[in-house]
């Protein structure tokens, strides 16, 4: 799930994590095998948001998956595996116009 500017903000103030940016290096190789989201690093690994209801269009709230761990000490190497909730849910705030 690709994330708006507004999603980004709640999803940082919800969770300790950071923001792979799109300009990173290694955007398009994880784009090439995770699909196209809005990554998050955090002292686990690699996470991304699912929605959590059927609707996208209607996202209120989503569910943390993690698609890689940490391979090393340094935090600098990943190893993926198949997604796995991590019991973690984001939800989003309704902004009005």
Same mark, same amino acid.
């Given at each position: 799930?690709?994330?708006?500017?507004? %999603?980004?903000? %709640?999803?940082?103030?919800?969770? $300790?994590? *950071?923001?792979? =940016? &799109?300009n990173h290096p290694a955007n398009a190789q994880l784009t090439d095998?995770?699909? $196209? #989201? +809005?990554?998050?690093? &955090?002292?686990?690994?690699?996470?991304?948001? *699912?929605?959590? *209801?059927?609707?996208?269009? &209607?996202?209120? +709230?989503?569910?943390?998956?993690?698609l890689a761990d940490w391979s090393d000490a +340094?935090?600098?190497?990943?190893?993926? #595996?198949? =997604?796995? =909730?991590?019991?973690?849910?984001?939800?989003?705030?309704?902004?009005?116009?």
């Amino acid at each position: 799930m690709r994330l708006n500017e507004t %999603q980004l903000h %709640q999803t940082l103030r919800q969770i $300790d994590a *950071e923001v792979l =940016p &799109d300009n990173h290096p290694a955007n398009a190789q994880l784009t090439d095998l995770f699909g $196209d #989201h +809005t990554f998050f690093l &955090d002292q686990g690994g690699l996470k991304v948001l *699912e929605p959590a *209801e059927a609707s996208e269009s &209607d996202v209120r +709230t989503s569910r943390v998956v993690s698609l890689a761990d940490w391979s090393d000490a +340094t935090l600098t190497s990943l190893k993926p #595996h198949a =997604p796995e =909730p991590t019991g973690k849910v984001v939800t989003f705030e309704q902004v009005t116009h």
